[in-house]
């Protein structure tokens, strides 16, 4: 039971430190983006609205997402979001200490770091390629289809890193190269529309996105290297 | 932590350790995956902000 304690004190600590700094890179960084989507996709909605459109009959359940709870805007939606980051941050911290205790445990600030570069490629490089982050009014496939593809792609890409990392034959490693690439030969579920915001926005979300996340673990990584150190040492 | 290590025998030890990374990581989903995931409106309203900006797939 040490183990599970040690293990999720450490992502407790590393999650809150990674989340907190992910919050304030997305509060310059990705936050304004959205502001701007949103005015956009409001717009295309109420357009949307105003149009006529039937409820197919035994719709009686229809409703608009406008009638579900939202934080309203400023603090509470603030606070909604890093709580959200916190929660996410003790999830993927989770993910990598326990991953790294399989290997032993990471040793060093140093080694963290580079298990915090793997998560980067894992859970935002390899599914952005497919799916690149959207800001509000971007509208995708069919979410239970993205979602899909989105895991289905951490998966294959960790597997392949850890067979190229730790497999010993040559033919791990094109396994591990043909792991990472199936998903994207496969290919993601595509939007059948296109994207009803500015491309200049669409596409500087997405850097945004991409920057804050590599920072974000980045972060993750070199706290998780650096707290696991000192918890062994002492 | 240092003592049960030196007393158990390696074998031991990694059955012993493979049980608790494994909880420890189905806890880390279980979080994902409600930050991240679920559909119920009020969690995806309250973190539909961080969704977009760490690039989960969102609406």
């Not at chain 1, 035994?58 to 603030?78: I, K, L, N, T, Y």
């Not at chain 1, 909604?80 to 445990?105: D, H, M, P, Q, Y």
């Not at chain 2, 989903?29 to 690039?55: C, E, K, M, W, Y």
């Amino acid at each position: 039971m040490h183990l599970f304690r040690n293990i999720v004190f450490i992502a407790a600590l590393v999650g809150l430190g990674a989340g907190l700094v992910l919050t304030v890179l997305q509060h310059f960084g990705t936050q304004p983006l959205i502001v701007q989507a949103e005015v956009f996709e409001q717009a295309n909605a109420a357009k949307a609205e105003a149009a006529p459109h039937e409820h197919p009959a035994g719709a009686a359940e229809h409703h608009h997402d406008e009638a579900a709870w939202e934080p309203a805007d400023g603090a509470e939606r603030f606070g909604w979001t890093l709580v959200a980051n916190i929660v996410a941050g003790v999830g993927f911290a989770l993910l990598l200490v326990a991953a790294s205790e399989l290997k032993g445990g990471l040793t060093s600030w140093r080694e963290g770091l580079l298990w915090g570069l793997a998560g980067f490629l894992v859970f935002t490089l390899a599914p952005s390629v497919g799916l690149p982050p959207e800001a509000p009014g971007v509208e995708g496939a069919p979410l239970m289809d993205r979602q899909i593809w989105w895991v289905a792609t951490a998966i294959a890409t960790a597997a392949g890193l850890a067979l190229i990392v730790y497999g010993r034959s040559p033919l791990t490693a094109v396994a591990a190269v043909a792991l990472i690439a199936a998903p994207h030969v496969i290919g993601a579920p595509q939007p059948s529309e296109p994207p009803a915001i500015p491309h200049a926005l669409e596409h500087g979300f997405v850097v945004a996105v991409i920057v804050t996340g590599f920072l974000f673990w980045a972060t993750l990584g070199t706290l998780a290297g650096a707290l696991r150190n000192r918890f062994v040492e002492a | 932590m240092r003592t049960a290590s030196s007393i158990t025998r390696p074998v031991a030890l990694t059955s012993a350790h493979a049980l608790p990374i494994l909880f420890a990581a189905l806890l880390g989903v279980v979080l994902i995956a409600g930050a991240g995931f679920a559909s119920t409106p009020a969690l995806h309203n309250a973190a539909h902000d961080q969704r977009h900006s760490i690039g989960f797939p969102c609406h």
